[in-house]
């Protein structure tokens, strides 16, 4: 009895939210059927939930709700085939669509793996069958037919995670017409393209009377040095394309692996911004196994969003050089955390705190995520430098344009600060060894 009574008050301690609440999770481990009196009740709670978000954004009887993503990577995708799960069902409320560029043609090998994944699912094959769309996947496999992204995304399978199929989407390739009319805008676009696709969506929205609330998961930095040396964060980046106030610009991380999260593992993440919306948006955004928190800091969760993709490139390196030695990873961790909080200290003021779902996101990107898988191949051998930062099955490293980003910010002389050994004034970044040694490996070559 005290053993199982010390495991029932372990996982209420494990799916805690930040007020104390207990969150009563069924994740794809366990218990994860649903009887249908479950699904009759969770179904009431969405459109209760859908109701009062409506009503917060002031949406009159039979005007929808429209959400649009702009950008389809595994966690863009993820993220708005979570809401067509959860909400897709209460059509006349919501409209849910996702934008992806078209033309990027699935290549031969993925076209062949993408039929094993359809042929290994029993709903996925029916699903196809049901809707005539089985044949194409069968002659992409032959090699008689192209298939593409945006098309297959419609099926519910995005190219950079083709082994978890996801409902399917409604895919739209035109900018324009996907964004127009947007009460939210997810982007999910890594940070290197917030600025060139923001820019034509604050044309788009130039004769807007009403300013739409905007969500980034982007994960990276810019570096300006005019008129003094200082970070431009994503969400900075669509303020300044868009027009669209602040308060109406919101950050959302945690540690979220796309797979993992679609797949009913319990995951969780905090929306931060202003609290006219992180609050309300917390509450739509939650499900049973995502647990969303909100918070108003959201420059240190940006940059440390960003760094985390930095350290996580060398976490991947350590791993494979190490035979995936626990101790060398938890002495490396340790090392990269340090350097993390000392350089968003000097980026932020006040920053919070390292804890949460803050620790929890750079844990599991160190741990796994595309920056520590590139880092260990990298380590290896099997990739060069010169093979870029895209990937096909992982989309863009970001970490290695935030590598030069922040470097190159912290060797600025007019941010130089006093050595605690020397004593003398030193550029901020001779104080980070781990930066110093990424940049000289990926940036100097």
Known sequence: MFRFNALMNFTQLVTMDESGNVNHVANGHTNGVQTEEEKVIETHNNEARLRKFR????????????????GAGAWGSVFIAMLQDTYGAFRDSIQLRLWRRGGKEVDRQTAEHLFEVINSREDVLRRLI?????????????????????????????????????????????LEEAVWDADIVVAGLPSTEIRRVFKDIGRYWRERRTKPIIISLAKGVET??????????????????????????????????????????????????????????????????????????????????????????????????????????????????????????????NPGPLAGPLLADTYVTLLKGRNAWYGGKLAKGEITIETGDTFSGKGTIQGI???????????????????PELGKPVRPVELCPILRALYKILIQK
């Not at 809707?131 to 037919?145: H, I, M, N, S």
């Not at 298939?147 to 519910?156: N, P, S, T, V």
């Open 55 to 70: 009503e917060a954004l002031g949406k009159a009887e039979g005007d929808p709700l429209r959400v649009v993503g702009v």
């Open 130 to 174: 049901r809707k005539c769309a089985y044949l194409k996947y069968v002659e992409g496999r032959l090699g008689e037919r192209i298939l593409y992204a945006d098309e297959i995304l419609r099926d519910g399978f995005c190219v950079n995670m083709i082994d978890t199929p996801l409902c399917p989407l409604k895919v739209v390739t035109n």
């Open 224 to 349: 300006a040095l005019d008129p003094h040396p200082h970070i431009i964060t994503p969400t900075q980046m669509i303020v300044d394309m868009t027009g669209v106030p602040s308060e109406n610009v919101l950050y959302l991380g945690g540690p979220n692996i796309a797979s993992e999260v679609y797949n009913k593992e319990y995951a969780n993440a905090r929306i931060c911004g202003s609290e006219k919306w992180r609050k309300p948006l917390a509450k739509f955004l939650r499900q049973p196994h995502f647990i969303v928190w909100d918070n108003p800091d959201i420059i240190t969760h940006e940059v440390m969003g960003g760094l985390k993709n930095v350290y996580a490139i060398g976490a991947g390196m350590v791993g494979a050089l190490t035979n995936e030695s626990a101790t060398s990873k938890a002495v490396y961790f340790s090392h990269s955390t340090s350097e993390m909080i000392y350089i968003t200290r000097l980026l932020a003021e």
């Open 401 to 419: 344009s935030a590598v030069e980003a922040f470097y190159e910010l912290l060797r600025q002389p007019s941010l130089s600060v006093m050595h």
